[in-house]
């Protein structure tokens, strides 16, 4: 699966361990940064993957920043994203699930960084189970 993922300083050390444990799956990786834990403007480093898998040149998106609610905002802005807020594994089960999310949201503050790895495991694992919820999303994404 190609994988775009972006985050601010608050959730640089997790996208750095979560790009390993993806390309150690066997996943093409994307990193639109940022690069280091300075503080940086997060939709500089959100909207790019949200735009990227929004035209499909990536399968899906990880976002990250400190609570993860300003990166799911700033992704969904973008059309044809569906971000969902994780924080646990069911989250991440259900987004897929019953929403066809596209682009996963964490925060760093939120959870540990073994979390966050099985979070991001779930959400790739998972299929949309389509049927009644696929109009839905259809209305969402025109």
């Known amino acids: ?16 361990r979560i790009i390993a444990h993806l390309r150690a ?12 834990e300075a503080s940086v403007d997060y939709p500089r480093f ?5 735009e990227a898998v929004a035209r499909g040149d990536h399968d899906r998106g990880i976002v990250l920043g400190g609570s993860g609610n300003g990166e799911a905002m700033a992704a969904n802005r973008v059309k044809g994203v569906r971000c969902g807020l994780c924080w ?21 503050r939120m959870m540990t960084v073994e979390m966050a790895l099985e979070i991001v495991d779930v959400f790739l694992a998972t299929d949309f189970e389509g049927g009644r919820h696929v109009a839905r999303i259809a209305q969402l994404d025109a």
């Open 46 to 50: 959100i909207r790019p993957v949200a």
């Open 25 to 36: 799956a066997g996943h093409a990786v994307t990193d639109f940064g940022t690069h280091a």
């Open 1 to 16: 699966m190609k994988i775009a993922i972006g985050a601010d300083h608050a959730g640089y050390a997790y996208k750095q």
């Open 88 to 108: 646990n594994t069911e989250s991440a089960r259900l987004t897929r699930l019953r929403n066809d999310a596209n682009v996963l949201s964490l925060g760093q």
